[in-house]
T-cell receptor
Framework: GAGVSQSPSNKVTEKGKDVELRCDPISGHTALYWYRQSLGQGLEFLIYFQGNSAPDKSGLPSDRFSAERTGGSVSTLTIQRTQQEDSAVYLC??????????????FGQGTRLTVV | DAKTTQPNSMESNEEEPVHLPCNHSTISGTDYIHWYRQLPSQGPEYVIHGLTSNVNNRMASLAIAEDRKSSTLILHRATLRDAAVYYCILRRGAQKLVFGQGTRLTINP
């Protein structure tokens, strides 16, 4: 596809259930980011994958959150034992090689997660 | 991480220029200045970036102070569609992209 694709676009889950959110980055992009945005708030960094380097997980809020990126392409963000405070829009972004100063990040439309 | 400071909100009128300021007094020589914006109910989108010289593209202009401690995003002729939260971000090498609170721009018809 032409842009970053996220699925599902909306997800309603019961408290305590696990959820998986998927991100398909732009083909060839080696950097991939996950953010979350609670209602009316700014973007909170979660995790950053860059090529074959170890991911920067410094933004993950708890050990219930994990993410993987298979084959340097698709990424899955998993939230275990969801809590109501996990309700937010989860945004994925990717950018091309060489990553960094002179490249832009492209964002998906996000997955709106509601925990009831 | 070098920090940026932006006003929480600004207001302007349609078809008038808008100047969105950003202070980054701790910027280092290798930090690029990036601007993104987030329209309502959408993911952020790239606007413009620069290092030392002023930059222009189809969306906006970026004016960078000579000492690089501040910059200004200029929308030459605002439209209602430009109402968004604008984020000024410093980007160094392959560091992660970290967003602050941004400036919420309101455009009056």
């Amino acid at each position: 596809g032409a842009g970053v694709s996220q699925s599902p676009s909306n997800k309603v889950t019961e408290k305590g259930k696990d959820v998986e959110l998927r991100c398909d980055p732009i083909s060839g992009h080696t950097a991939l980011y996950w953010y979350r945005q609670s209602l009316g708030q700014g973007l909170e960094f979660l995790i950053y994958f860059q090529g074959n380097s170890a991911p920067d997980k410094s933004g993950l809020p708890s050990d219930r959150f994990s993410a993987e990126r298979t084959g340097g392409s698709v990424s899955t963000l998993t939230i275990q034992r969801t809590q109501q405070e996990d309700s937010a829009v989860y945004l994925c972004a990717s950018s091309s090689q060489p990553v960094g100063m002179n490249t832009e990040a492209f964002f998906g439309q996000g997955t709106r997660l509601t925990v009831v | 991480d070098a920090k940026t400071t932006q006003p929480n909100s600004m207001e302007s009128n349609e078809e008038e220029p808008v100047h969105l300021p950003c202070n980054h007094s701790t910027i280092s020589g290798t930090d690029y200045i990036h601007w993104y914006r987030q329209l309502p109910s959408q993911g952020p989108e790239y606007v413009i970036h620069g290092l030392t010289s002023n930059v222009n593209n189809r969306m906006a202009s970026l004016a960078i102070a000579e000492d690089r401690k501040s910059s200004t995003l200029i929308l030459h002729r605002a439209t209602l569609r430009d109402a968004a939260v604008y984020y000024c971000i410093l980007r160094r090498g392959a560091q992660k992209l970290v967003f602050g609170q941004g400036t919420r721009l309101t455009i009056n018809p």
